[in-house]
């Protein structure tokens, strides 16, 4: 009987105390649990992605340090950055192996460094050109991987590698060393409907090496980037277990009985189960809206919990986004910590406010009826003769920016933060105003569609049975800006249903048709590529979002 | 005799067209001024850099094949991204050689990519094994590099690389091809005092060699990138020739004369001079202050010209950040095309209004002055019940919200761009407001320290005597927000004398000390990064400024 731990924990960029203490509480338990060995995730000692902190040595070789430190009763592998062994070099991306009684050391460095779409490893870390080995349980060994070490096998990732690992492993084993289980220390980043690429990898790994192929991924929100957990194992004849998703926990893993797999929660609250599969079957997925509300629900509760915002600040317009986020932010930090301001304008309907209303009244969060007409007078007056000879888009503007400072002043009142309400689509097509209702310091729906909010409306009332949060006439009305008189999107945009698909080919997929309308929707989406320069996080919900690489700024033609 | 022309030019990112008939008119005039040969700059066809659009495997063919289309009367080296051979490969950084009756081929493809600071070409380049070498003229050899190619041989580079392609170069050549000189083409990014690293490249190369070393810089601003042109040759006794900074043209070089180079200008207006200096000397360098406000200036414009920009609005407040930055903004679009607004409030000061007119005046752009009494009583008559019981910032922050809802109102209504004028002292302290200040498409000064705003100020009156554009008042009175009644910057900050030694130290080198002070500043400077997440494009004087690299979002402890 070999029984080994994965621990799918979330630790917090920069917090190495922090995460060597959650590390090493949750090896205990493992080792109570019966386990005679455990795995966490990829570069758990510095939280994933560091980023530029890996350009300081002294925050390097301090994760190193405290990676070397972690008490353990069982043999434990680690991620962790490691200090380079030359000048002018960059740091490995690495494991080291810590037990009771042994003298800790590195058993394995990354060889295959991703650099591309949320990656960018090769700016911070030089490769090493094999996988690590660990013998520390009598007459066993374990094979080890790091992430994007094990891709390379199912080539499903856009680089092509020069090396194999996996391939590299099963060499080893056949020159003479016998392996009991291979692990894959991952920080494998949330992507829509990717777990089923998840489950092909060990499959094929654990086929290829012929043992057991263990992958210990991190959960939770660190900035923009989500990790699903879903911590997984993959046995030769195609046997699958899957710890649940969007929470922490030990998934502990017999290698002779798959069937004898446990999860053990660290969290609180309800959660999926553990999956345990055969070679015919997949895990079951929740529904996308579910799957969407959890990733955005548990990205924002992070962002806050690591930053130490208690507060949330929100305009509320009577839209669907607005009382999305709203429902979100309430899960997130509690509705007693979210404040939504509704700030009609000459231009808002009546069922704004009303919407508005019956939304907080059913999360149970303040809300505060601030009209602008006063302002918006004011400032009309004070820019009249601009406004008069001008665009009229400028008049528009206005409205939002004069909210958008309404909610920044309470938010700074309160010491809270404010959150932007929009969602991916219109942020694509530019349909939103800089420093208007794109202020705030996160954006819970950035990464999402148009057509995907309403898929987590629909889940967040689902979840909420009796009294609907999302009510029936924010869900069905027609959206709208509402900066002018009667105005609708589909005045300004082609309908979400059309616009959506045009938007996720191009940018999830970067395929794209030369029909008119899609030639017309990208070339307004570049055109207005100069607002997401500025745009604050947003949750990544896919690998191929708004994000660095998008962020194209001004200054070019296309 | 060996005559070769380096075509100092400044392409736009994306513009392909564009960029080729910019070489193609270069390469003629080159030719008829008796250049044998000539060298363009590192993807010139793309423009540097050219970021995502690497990605678009049609974007990179695009390139590929206009460059191979160039029109050349002479043998003609132009930098151009090139594609990968398999998939799932990146595309290469490359050179190829055009000429009148020759097939077109490629000569070379970078080695050694910069993955650091400001540039990201492990993210979309592979990189080939070995420099690349040109037979077109009879009975010469030319070896090739590209940029960073070079830098390795100096060590004057953060990475230390396995290979180095100028010993690789002068290896060739002991092993049988002889070489007339080497050429580098080069988008090497202008840094503060970098002009003597590369004097000092080219000297050791050619003395490596033995052989003319020639360097092609691009000029101008892309982004937030700005190059400095500064083409430059060595020759193995150490004599150097330098073309001029800021400004295209032809740097026109005998091989076996140095002192009979040439400029040919394609650029209107006055321009500093060609230097020719023996191995005992450095080529000179203008003043600080001087060499800052070229450096920014020109990559305003560029940002303008090259986006569609024709029109610009700033806020004036009569402090020297918005009076630098009017000056800077006359210059780069003329003073026609740019609006100031004064935007008064109870707590401004007399002399606010006076100087901004004074500036105003000077540089012959139009100032209207908005005060915003009321509508400040308007919100915060709104907010009076938040204001009542919330942190002060939020009553001060409010202001500059306003004043940038007024500057934004003007430019969406001119279809301008409002432009930032904040400085990197403030910035690096958060000195300064989200959705107020830092409203704005572009910031001039963004990577200027205050001190340095103070230097460009004096170069900006020593350029246009008689009649200061900032007043004697702007330049001595004490900085101040002027958000609460008698605020001084110092109030809420080291003096700057003593601030930016300490920012600069870490900001650009990445020393501290563990002084009280320096923890206070640093701990400060950690906590604001959340602003420096959503800054609009500013222009990079330094290699190691805010940028990319320290967008470091909110989610993180240290």
């Known amino acids: 009987m070999t029984v080994i731990a994965l621990l799918q924990l979330d630790p917090t960029v920069g917090d190495i105390a922090g995460n060597v203490a959650m590390v090493e509480a949750a090896a205990a338990k493992a080792a109570v649990a019966g386990a005679e060995m455990a795995v966490a995730s990829e570069l758990v000692i510095s939280g994933y992605p560091p980023r530029d902190m890996l350009m300081d040595e002294r925050f390097v070789s301090a994760c190193e340090a405290a990676a070397m430190a972690v008490n353990s009763p069982i043999p434990l592998l680690i991620g962790t950055p490691l200090s380079a062994e030359k000048d002018r070099q960059k740091p490995f991306n690495g494991a080291v192996r810590v037990a009771d009684s042994r003298t800790p050391k590195v058993v394995g460095r990354k060889q295959l460094l991703p650099t591309y779409d949320v990656f960018d490893e090769g700016r911070y870390f030089q490769a090493d050109d094999a996988p690590g080995i660990d013998r520390s349980l009598q007459g066993v060994s374990i094979g080890i991987t790091i992430c994007e070490d094990a891709w390379q096998h199912i080539g499903e990732v856009p680089s092509d590698y020069p090396a194999d690992p996996i391939e590299q492993l099963a060499t080893w084993q056949h020159q003479g060393e016998p392996m009991a289980a291979s692990v894959n220390l991952s920080s494998s980043p949330y992507h829509l409907a990717k777990e089923g690429v998840r489950a092909r990898l060990v499959r094929k790994a654990a086929s290829t090496l012929g043992h057991p192929f263990l992958l210990c991924n991190q959960v939770g929100g660190n900035d923009d980037l989500l990790f699903d957990g879903r911590s997984i194992v993959g046995w030769p004849e195609g046997t699958v277990v899957q710890g649940p998703a969007w929470c922490s926990g030990i998934l502990l893993v017999d290698l002779e009985k798959p069937e004898a797999a446990r999860w053990i929660s660290l969290d609180e609250g309800e959660e999926t189960e553990l999956q345990i599969v055969g070679p015919e079957s997949e895990p079951i997925m929740p529904s996308k809206g579910q799957d969407l509300l959890s990733a955005v629900t548990l990205g924002l509760a992070d962002y806050c919990r690591k930053s130490g915002i208690g507060k949330i600040v929100l305009g509320m317009s009577g839209g669907i986004d607005s009382a999305v986020c709203a429902a979100i932010a309430c899960q997130a930090i509690g509705p007693g910590n979210v ?27 303040e809300l505060q009826v601030l009209p602008i007409n006063e302002i918006h007078a004011s400032v009309d007056q004070t820019l009249h003769d601009e406004l008069e000879n ?14 958008g400072t309404l909610v920044m002043g309470a938010a700074n009142a309160r010491g809270a933060m404010a959150i932007a309400t929009g969602n991916k689509s219109e942020l694509a097509m530019g349909y939103c105003t800089l420093y208007g209702d794109m202020n705030g310091g996160y954006a819970p729906l950035g990464d999402l569609y148009k057509t995907e909010v309403y898929e987590v409306a629909h889940a967040i009332n689902e979840n909420s049975k009796p009294g609907n949060p999302i009510t029936e006439s924010t869900m069905t009305k027609p959206p709208s800006a509402e900066l002018a008189p009667d105005q609708k999107d589909e005045d300004n945009l082609p309908p979400y249903t059309v616009l959506d698909p ?57």
């Open 339 to 365: 404040l939504g301001l509704a700030m009609p304008s000459r231009h808002s309907s009546d069922h704004s406010i009303e919407d508005a209303k019956a939304t907080a009244e059913a999360l149970g969060m």
């Open 390 to 403: 001008g665009h009229s888009v400028a008049k528009e503007n206005l409205q939002a920016r004069i909210r």
């Open 502 to 558: 045009i938007l996720e080919d191009w940018i999830e997929l970067g395929i794209r048709n030369d029909s008119p309308l899609t030639t017309s929707v990208l070339s307004r989406l570049h055109a207005n590529e100069h607002k997401r320069w500025q745009l604050c996080p947003a949750p990544r919900v896919s690998n191929r979002a708004f994000g660095q690489g998008w962020r194209q700024p001004l200054a070019s033609r296309r």
